[in-house]
């Protein structure tokens, strides 16, 4: 049986779960340890089967093994379950299934939100600090007193250590992950799709943490794509204005009336539109 349909069922059979909390319990519980360890070993030797498969281009029995991956791997395992779900965005890149490759990279990103919040912009910080909460981003960690403490200072150091390294992993993951879903949305198009593909690309000039080809890549996209969305945008009110015209004709049709009848001038001074009626 796979790990997760192994929570699923520990969760289902406990009576003293209720529907309400069902999800959080499934997330939240965990295997103990040496079965932790022997379940993410079994995906982790999906995972180097499917890099294979990836690197010989069967991408498709990539995507499988992926997947095969995924399902022994604890669902509580953010950072894993991330790093096999933007592995399957590249597979559905390059069999050029855009929308997949979107979904799969979304689905990467949440996990990593949760295993390590994105930083909080300036106006995010601010906004915290009026409502009370900690602005924690500047902090200096500080060791605890060895006195009366059951982590020794070595012990805290390789704590602070490792969790700088897993802060380092997350942020190229999430780099990846980034990448590979604003090329599918800039290669789906469309008004929304290349707005989404902007963000993403902001976003990853604000995390500092690209390789130089890949920077240039996103300065080159972030140049282009004001104008592929202006164009975007009128295609898509120009279509829906045309929708609406119609369902106005079919409207006033039966009064011996269009909707040329109606003419719209805009107020200079207000910008507002008046609108007159015309025989």
Request: one cysteine or more.
């Amino acid at each position: 049986m796979s790990g997760n349909n192994k929570q699923e069922s520990a969760t289902k059979n406990d009576p003293s779960n209720s529907d309400s909390d069902e999800e959080e319990v499934f997330h939240d519980a965990r295997y103990p340890a040496e079965e932790e360890a022997g379940l993410l070993d079994q995906s982790n030797t999906h995972k180097f089967a499917a890099n294979k498969l990836f690197s010989s281009s069967r991408y498709s029995e990539a995507i499988t093994t992926y997947d095969r991956a995924l399902s022994f791997c604890p669902n509580y395992l953010d950072y894993e379950i991330a790093v096999l779900r933007s592995n399957v965005a590249a597979c559905h890149l390059k069999l050029e299934d855009w929308k997949a490759a979107v979904d799969a990279a979304t689905a990467s990103i949440d996990r990593l939100d949760k295993a390590l919040p994105p930083p909080q912009t300036h106006k995010e910080s601010q906004a915290s600090l009026e409502k009370g909460g900690n602005d924690d981003g500047g902090a200096v960690v500080e060791l605890l007193d060895g006195d009366g403490e059951d982590e020794s200072e070595e012990a805290q150091l390789k704590r602070l250590r490792d969790e700088d390294a897993r802060r380092e992993d997350v942020k190229r993951i999430r780099a990846k992950a980034l990448m590979r879903r604003a090329r599918a949305k800039m290669e789906l198009g469309g008004w929304a799709n290349l707005q989404g593909a902007e963000e993403d690309y902001k976003a990853l000039l604000g995390m500092g943490n690209l390789p130089g080809q890949d920077e240039r890549a996103v300065r080159k996209a972030l140049r282009e794509l004001p104008v592929r969305i202006n164009a975007a945008r009128e295609k898509e009110m120009g279509e829906m204005m045309g929708k609406l015209k119609d369902l106005g004709n079919g409207i006033l049709k039966p009064f011996g009336l269009s909707t040329d009848n109606f003419k719209f001038v805009q107020d200079e001074k207000t910008g507002g539109y008046n609108m007159s009626f015309e025989k």
